[in-house]
């Protein structure tokens, strides 16, 4: 059965202050780590797709990399509006489409 | 840009009512999804379908059946709504890999449906 385990929780960053988000997977086979970022109330918006360890994306001030076992989302000198819901899954190759996520990191920057 | 557009952002109901929540998406993908989202448990899938007309079991399908006549069009019924439903439920669609460029597999969501039930 696919995991996914998102860590902290919780984050509360100032400002400017850098840091970084973790996702730890377990999946056979792995088809896709895809990150959204999720605001309250509305529907996850889609950030990022990673294929293969190595791999790294971004997106403003976001960038995501992959490795065997986990993800890292790492925000970049933070806004206010980064404030949000970071959620990650993975897409393996037990079930056509399937999508296992975890559960999400809550984001809140303070000005 | 994807749109997945869903019926109600917020609907109330009372216990052993009949509920249909519509999910329309514009993109001609093929594969459209039902979850429900509740606090701690994170996104859990209830039913997909790859084609109209066909349709999958997900995790969590008890008390729930779904309906696909058109392609663009997806709706999630629940037969005799009970307290335990009260959730967000969200819907999405994503293309096959095949016609997918910016990434395989990536499903884009609709902006949610909140159910009380009362």
């Known amino acids: 059965e696919d995991q996914v385990t998102q860590s902290p929780e919780a984050l509360r960053l100032q400002e400017g202050e850098s840091s970084s988000l973790n996702c730890s997977y377990t999946?056979?086979?792995?088809?896709?780590l895809f990150w959204y970022r999720q605001d309250p109330g509305k529907g996850p918006e889609f950030l990022f797709t990673?294929?293969?360890a190595g791999e790294e994306k971004e997106k403003e001030r976001l960038k995501a990399t992959l490795t065997k076992k986990e993800s890292f989302l790492h925000i970049t000198a933070p806004k206010p509006e980064d404030s949000a819901t970071y959620l990650c899954?993975?897409?393996?190759?037990?079930?056509?489409?399937?999508?296992?996520f975890g559960t999400g990191t809550k984001l809140q920057v303070i000005p | 840009d994807v749109k997945v557009t869903q019926s109600s952002r917020y609907l109330v109901k009372r216990t052993g009512e009949k509920v249909f929540l519509e999910c329309v998406q514009d993109?001609?993908?093929?594969?459209m999804f039902w979850y429900r989202q509740d606090p701690g448990l994170g996104l859990r899938l209830i039913y997909f379908?790859?084609?109209?007309?066909?349709?999958e079991k997900g995790d969590i399908p008890e008390g729930y059946s779904v309906s696909r006549e058109k392609k663009e069009r997806f709706s999630l019924i629940l037969e005799s709504a009970s307290t335990n439903q009260t959730s967000m439920y969200l819907c999405?669609?994503?293309?096959?890999?095949?016609?997918?460029?910016?990434?395989?597999?990536?499903?884009?969501f609709g902006p949610g449906t909140r159910l009380l039930v009362l």
């Open positions: 899954a993975v897409g393996g190759s037990g079930g056509y489409q399937k999508v296992t």
């Open positions: 379908s790859y084609d109209v007309k066909m349709k």
């Open positions: 990673l294929y293969s």
């Open positions: 999946v056979s086979g792995l088809r896709g």
């Open positions: 999405a669609s994503s293309p096959p890999p095949i016609r997918e460029r910016e990434g395989r597999e990536t499903q884009y």
């Open positions: 993109m001609d993908h093929e594969n």
